[in-house]
């Protein structure tokens, strides 16, 4: 399940439906489906789409995507840290940015215009919908894995545009979840 944090505010929430409730209030939808344990950790991203085909159509219909796919992210995959440095800086995207996390723990940092930094870890079961021009960045937790179904609006994939305002700096980059491995420990 995931874990908010707001530094700010000194504000650390675990219940599911208290986590829906104050990211709606920041704009950024949060789920939670149950249902993760009844697929198989070894299914493929084929099996994972039909598995989830009813949700995924849900969500089409409710945000007009078009495509849907399973990203893969491992230790292993050549060229991580260079593809992880395109997301760690603050950003924002002409769609929506949509993850039903799979497998694995990820961190986004959501940066409301005119309120405070809010950090979401995500895990398995865990869907957020950061909607289209909101400031934000991800980072991966120190698994440093992660497969989530994504949802796109164009068929071509969403461009980061950076903000250069130096936010994200003031932020570790740290999963804050108990089971969770540190940043720095592989």
């Not at 505010?9 to 990211?23: C, F, M, N, P, V």
């Not at 994200?168 to 089971?179: I, L, Q, R």
Request: proline share 5%; charged share 25%; aromatic share 10%.
């Amino acid at each position: 399940m995931a874990i908010v944090d707001v530094p700010k505010k000194e504000l650390r929430l675990t219940d599911s439906g208290q986590i829906s409730a104050y990211l709606s209030g920041v704009g950024i939808d949060y789920e939670r489906w149950d249902n993760i344990a009844e697929l198989g950790p070894d299914a493929s991203d084929a099996e994972i789409l039909a598995f989830y085909s009813d949700e995924i159509g849900v969500l089409k219909a409710k945000g007009g995507y078009v495509t849907a796919d399973v990203i893969n992210i491992t230790p292993e995959l050549p060229g991580l840290d260079a593809m992880l440095d395109k997301f760690n800086k603050e950003h924002w995207h002409d769609e929506d940015e949509v993850r039903f996390i799979v497998r694995g723990h990820g961190l986004f940092h959501i940066a409301p215009e005119g309120g405070d930094v809010v950090a979401i870890e995500m895990e398995a079961g865990d869907l957020i919908r950061v909607p289209r021009g909101t400031r934000h960045w991800f980072n991966l937790c120190g698994d440093r894995t992660i497969r989530a179904i994504r949802l796109f609006q164009d068929v071509s994939g969403w461009t980061p545009h950076y903000t250069n305002s130096g936010v994200d700096a003031g932020f570790e980059p740290m999963c804050f979840g108990v089971n969770h491995i540190p940043l720095g420990v592989r």
